[in-house]
Structure formats: structure tokens, C-alpha cells
């Protein structure tokens, strides 16, 4: 249920934000998920080493702004933006698309249980492995260009 509230919610996001996007270039677009992209992986490095000091307040305030990320950054993937401007997704987002952005609303929920977890687990580098560090390695496996 949870599932379907999420998906639901990221419809509503999508239908409006499909305005804002085909006011904006293809440029802008790919260049607006890249600097989210980008962003997220400075503020998850980030994450790791407040939260292996033990400033776990800091650390939540990143997973925070990293969720809100995730949430813009599924609906800036439109056909017309496949190539060009550096991109480094696969084609493999627009023939699975369902399954990408489920693995975008993932990110997104596994980063907010991290916010209440981070503080009481024993094993901080499995913790963020699990609910952070996984997800990137999922979505790059897959859905990004190696570098």
C-alpha cells in the first residue's frame, strides 16, 4: 500500500512537473539531472563521514536533501533527452522505465529509513551500504554509462 501511496504521489509530481520540463531545453534537462546526480553522490560521500564521526544530525540533514533529489531528478528523464550534453544514462532507462523509477522512489524511502536508523545501528558502514550505497550501485549497474 505504502508502494502504490508513493507511486501515486510521484504521478501527481510528474503531471505537473511535465510542464515545467517542456518549457526547458534538452540541455538544461540533462544537465539538471546531471548536477542532481552529482550533488547527491557529494552530499552521500558527505553522509559517510559525519556519520562515521558521529554527527548524525548533519548526516540526516544530507539524507534529507538527497530524498528531495531523487523525487525531482525521476521525472527529468523524457524521451527527447536520450543524447547529447554529456549524458551518461543508458538507453536502458527509457525501455524500463517502470522499473527505474521505482529504484528512484527506493532511493528516495531507503534514504528516509536511514534518517531513523543512523543513529542506533551498530554497524554504520552495513547501515549506509544497505540504504544508501546499494541504491547508487544499483541504479549505475544498470542505467548509467561506465566511467
Excluded at 501515486?8 to 539531472?33: P, Y
Excluded at 552529482?38 to 564521526?53: F, G, I, P
Aim: one cysteine or more; glycine letters at 6%; aromatic letters at 10%.
Amino acid at each position: 500500500m505504502k508502494y502504490l501511496r508513493n507511486l501515486l504521489l510521484f504521478s501527481i509530481i510528474s503531471f505537473f512537473s511535465l510542464n515545467a520540463l517542456a518549457e526547458q531545453s534538452v540541455e538544461d534537462i540533462i544537465k539538471g539531472r546531471q548536477q542532481i546526480f552529482d550533488r547527491n553522490y557529494t552530499m552521500a560521500k558527505r553522509v559517510q563521514a559525519l556519520s562515521e564521526q558521529g554527527k548524525f544530525d548533519e548526516a540526516i540533514n544530507l539524507m534529507v536533501r538527497m530524498n528531495e533529489g531523487y523525487k525531482k531528478v525521476i521525472n527529468m528523464f523524457p524521451e527527447n533527452t536520450k543524447e547529447g550534453f554529456g549524458t551518461e544514462a543508458l538507453p536502458t532507462i527509457w525501455k524500463d522505465k517502470e522499473n527505474f523509477n521505482q529504484l528512484m522512489v527506493k532511493t528516495s524511502d531507503d534514504l528516509i529509513k536511514l534518517t531513523s536508523l543512523i543513529k542506533e545501528t551498530d554497524n554504520i558502514e552495513g547501515t549506509l551500504g544497505q540504504f544508501m550505497w546499494g541504491n547508487c550501485k544499483a541504479c549505475h549497474n544498470k542505467y548509467r554509462e561506465e566511467h
